[in-house]
């Protein structure tokens, strides 16, 4: 968490109007009577935390949104959501109020009562990163995983913060990534025959054991060990294997080896040097989006993007860090399959200006919403827009409107049931 001081100040317009909310009839009478006297919103312009993670650039979200950045911090993520971690602020009754805390006061109005039954609170959290200095390789568990690992380690009195605790929570952590800006990652596993041949050609002697093995045994359980022998690789055995990598490296011409060398000078002696090796490489292009599958090691290297991802901070640890990796827990929630690099990118369905990014799960959904003239737009769950390229204007039939700026973003609660926006540019939408 960054300390308060660090909250950027966005520039909020918000129109407030009455709301009408007769058509919810008896069951929220309560809530609504005690509302029907005061100022109601339908959308909430958002304050939003960056956090200023190490790896954060000093200059993207200026140049990109024009986001100051007074106190020369490495600015890493804006969290746009309710996660206890860094929850947005609204106004409310001329009042600052976490996000968390309105949509607290009735969830099945603020999230809508489908969302609010199933998820119990916003179901994503969404942000945009600018990675400047690598991200740790990371799995995340699938949905069963996480909630066996919680339970146990609950039931083992691991605390929270401790650095051997893997599971924070006991949800799943889908993830999107949308890049805008060309957008470095490696995101799967390469072929074997293709991870052989690159080893094969290192001839590394710290490694020759492990490479037989694989080359004998060319299966997921093949590959299951060697990565495990890689990253369990102690002493002389680890330091002489990543000085021959380095060295082979810095007299090869391969890009692939250049980019060892970059990651080098951000993480030596880190075995993750390794993984450009193992992993996909990938450069997103402006616009373009990838899906990050549960069990599946990915790692986030260089640009700025959107991301959104489930309610969870489940991450298990595979290298490019100085954190706690527990390989054995990370073995065993890795699916260790093959990934066609061609099945990386993940392709929006385009209709009237609108792509829609199909993500195999319910907790989220996300699209891009292009030029926009009064569009109409239905809604069943609370949701979050935010504008990329240029102001955006929002109605609602009550006659409240909202006009929000590049880089800001809005929370628009289940209760608005449609509005209509106006946009030249893109606007993300993040919705359930
Ligand atoms: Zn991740």
């Known amino acids: 968490m960054p300390p308060p001081s660090s909250h950027s100040k966005y520039y909020l317009i918000s129109v407030l109007a009455l709301g009408n909310f007769d058509k919810y009839g008896d069951p929220m009478s309560d809530f609504l009577l005690s509302k029907k006297n005061n100022l109601q919103c339908m959308f909430f312009p958002m304050t939003n935390v960056i956090q200023n993670y190490a790896w954060g650039s000093y200059s993207s979200f200026e140049q990109l949104f024009g986001i100051d950045n007074p106190a020369k911090e490495p600015q890493a ?3 746009m959501g309710a996660h206890p971690s860094g929850c947005s602020t609204v106004i409310t009754n001329g009042k600052k109020t976490k996000l968390s805390d309105l949509i607290n006061k009735n969830k099945h109005l603020y999230l809508g009562k489908e969302i609010a039954n199933k998820f119990g609170e916003l179901p994503y959290l969404f942000k945009i990163l600018a990675v400047e200095k690598a991200l740790s390789i990371q799995v995340h568990p699938s949905k069963s995983q996480a909630e066996q690992g919680f339970e146990l380690e609950n039931k083992q009195g691991i605390h929270f913060t401790a650095g051997n605790r893997n599971y924070k929570d006991a949800n799943h952590k889908p993830e999107l990534v949308y890049a ?3 957008y470095q990652a490696m995101n799967g596993f390469r072929p074997i025959n293709e991870i052989i ?7 590394i002697t710290e490694l020759a054991c492990l490479l037989y093995e694989l080359e004998t045994n060319r299966t997921s359980q093949g590959l299951a060990n060697f990565f495990s022998g890689l990253l369990t690789l102690e002493g002389n055995q680890k330091e002489n294997a ?3 990598l ?3 490296a810095e007299k090869s011409k391969d ?3 250049e980019l060892i060398i970059e990651l080098a000078a951000q993480y030596p002696k880190d075995v993750g040097l390794f993984s450009p090796l193992i992993l996909n490489t990938i450069t997103l292009k402006p616009g373009q989006a990838m899906y990050l599958d549960a069990q599946t090691p990915h790692g986030y290297l260089k640009g700025t993007g959107l991301e959104i991802m489930a309610n969870s901070d489940n991450v298990l640890r595979a290298g490019l860090t100085p954190k ?14 093959e990934k066609p690099i061609e099945s990386l990118l993940l392709d929006p369905v385009e209709s009237d200006h609108i792509l829609d990014y199909p993500i195999p799960v319910d907790d ?23 504008a990329l390229d240029g102001k955006m204007l929002l109605k609602h039939k009550s006659g409240e409107s909202c006009e929000i700026n590049r880089g800001q973003s809005v929370f628009i609660p289940a209760y608005t049931e449609q509005y209509t926006i106006s946009c030249q540019g893109r606007v993300a939408r993040a919705y359930s």
């Open 77 to 79: 993520e804006i969290w």
């Open 180 to 182: 805008l800006t060309d």
């Open 197 to 203: 041949t690159y080893f094969s050609k290192l001839n």
């Open 242 to 244: 990543l000085c021959s």
């Open 246 to 248: 380095l060295d082979k």
């Open 255 to 257: 890009l692939i080896f």
């Open 324 to 337: 706690y990796i527990d390989v054995k827990e990370l073995i065993s929630c890795t699916l260790f399959d």
């Open 364 to 386: 989220f959904k996300f699209c891009i919403m292009r030029y926009s003239q009064q569009r109409t737009i239905d809604i069943a769950g609370a949701e979050i827009l935010l």
